[in-house]
């Protein structure tokens, strides 16, 4: 049990982590892709701010369930789309 709690509070770190190096990123530069097809600062604070919430609901399916069933998502997807 020890791995769980050391991954739920890496995982509770992390906005405290990603949040400040974000901002430090010139506004100008914040959504320009460095190449083609390769995301953006701004795209990746997106996609992690959406699969943050992910791993903790994954967590608490591994959690609660001896045999969890974790589906496959694909979140570039709605991050395109949703989020940015």
Known sequence: ??????VIAALERAPSVVVP???EVPAATLKRRPAPNKWSA???ACH???VHRLFFDRLDQILASP??????????????????
């Not at 049990?1 to 050391?6: C, K, L, P, Y």
């Not at 045999?67 to 940015?84: D, E, K, N």
């Open 67 to 84: 045999s969890p069933v974790i589906p496959l998502t694909t979140p570039g997807r709605a991050i395109q789309t949703t989020y940015c």
């Open 48 to 50: 992690l701010a959406v």
């Open 1 to 6: 049990m020890e791995t769980a709690t050391a």
């Open 21 to 23: 190096l974000v901002r």
């Open 42 to 44: 701004h795209e990746h």
